[in-house]
């Protein structure tokens, strides 16, 4: 998926991304996703980076669809953790908050920060090996 934030920065090289690793004897490889920010213009605040976040729960409330993650490379508390939101009715938009509580998301449209998801088609790898077909 390719984002955007609410003051809309539409940049296309901004993407969330997670790569499961089918057969991982090591759960929490798949329980992890990055997202990329980009440097916009007229965003004197923002940057280019990629944050990994791991996921730590997830809940319902009705059709509203939390999650708690850590990201991964931050070690203080204040910034460590984040809460995200997403409505069942609604596959385009997450709402996220900008501390570690969840209770000040109680909507999509009133988060902090909400990110504008755009479906971008699968890459398809191709194998760098073949294996021998059975006759």
């Excluded at 089918?22 to 798949?30: A, D, H, K, P, R």
């Excluded at 931050?74 to 900008?98: H, P, Q």
């Excluded at 000040?104 to 398809?124: D, G, N, S």
Aim: charged share 25%; glycine share 4%.
């Amino acid at each position: 998926f390719r984002f955007a934030f609410t003051t809309e920065c539409s940049h296309p090289e901004q993407i969330i991304h997670s790569c499961q690793n089918v057969g991982s004897q090591f759960l929490i490889t798949n329980q992890k996703f990055h997202v990329t920010f980009k440097k916009c213009p007229n965003m004197d605040w923002s940057k280019d980076q990629t944050v990994e976040y791991s996921c730590l729960g997830d809940w319902f409330d009705g059709k509203d669809h939390f999650f708690a993650v850590a990201n991964t490379k931050e070690s203080r508390r204040d910034e460590k953790f984040r809460c995200f939101l997403k409505n069942r009715d609604d596959d385009y938009y997450l709402g996220v908050s900008i501390t570690p509580e969840c209770n000040q998301i109680k909507t999509v449209e009133q988060a902090p920060q909400r990110m504008k998801l755009t479906p971008v088609k699968q890459v398809t790898v191709e194998p760098g090996c073949f294996l021998p077909e059975k006759d």
